[in-house]
């Protein structure tokens, strides 16, 4: 069926859901939040008291403090709720979680938590635009309105809780090969894809720390590819002690990517050195 409605090739990704009914072609990110998530609803412009731009772990603690005290809140999130905190195998640093937890549970407890108090959250709506409307009967200003791609709407205050994003490697062969064995904040979902394999985490963040640590369980070994000379500088000490006393997961320092490639999926990798190696 949908090869027939697409006859020069069908665009990827394809998203079937028992919410969405028919399958998707092409899918979006908003195509595919609400092909998982039951009842979200179009963007509407009804005036809300607080709009928070985010929706990582900052963004939704302010949109449930705001909606438990009355405000009505609406959340904007381009991507999936949680941002990069939700692809995080294993967070052990955040408050009441002594075992820790996975990014994705913590952005779905939140996520229910905000809605709970009637917080509406949209992913896939990326905010283009943030304006101070103007002043009306003597106030000195009469909110903000908030662009969203080809919508609009107005609120009274805004939080901008856009956190961050994975910076990308720059290796053009290896950005030709992403999903093909290359990934970016991909360590929960293909961790099991890599039993019995090689990897490499670039990277010398808590992202890249967990991401190891998780990766460790399944692959052959996990070597950490980073560009100081140790990961002190960048990376929580407890996750330094868990990968110093992992065997399976090896530190190389100033090192980094400069090549690579493969025939369908990622074959090889070639390594530089940065700078004078410690103990040199």
Known sequence: MIADEHPDGVPLP????TIAGAPIAGATARDVARARVSGQQSLHDTPCDLAVI???PAGLAAAVYGASEGLTTTVLEQ???GGQA?????IRNYLGFPRGISGMRLAQRARLQASRFGAEIFSGHRCTGITINPCTDGKAWDGHTIEVEEQRFSARAVIVATGVKYRRLGVEPLEE???RGVFYGAATTAAREMADQDCYVVGGGNSAGQAAIHLARFARSVSVVVRRDSLAATMSEYLIREIEANPRIEVLTCTRVIDGGGRQNLEWLTLDTVGELPGR
Do not use: D, N, P, R
Not at 14 to 17: E, L, N, Q
Not at 86 to 90: E, I, K, Q, R
């Open 177 to 179: 090969l992403v999903g």
């Open 54 to 56: 985010g929706a990582g």
């Open 14 to 17: 394809i998203v079937k859901s």
């Open 86 to 90: 939700g692809t995080s195998s294993m």
């Open 79 to 81: 991507g999936a709720v």
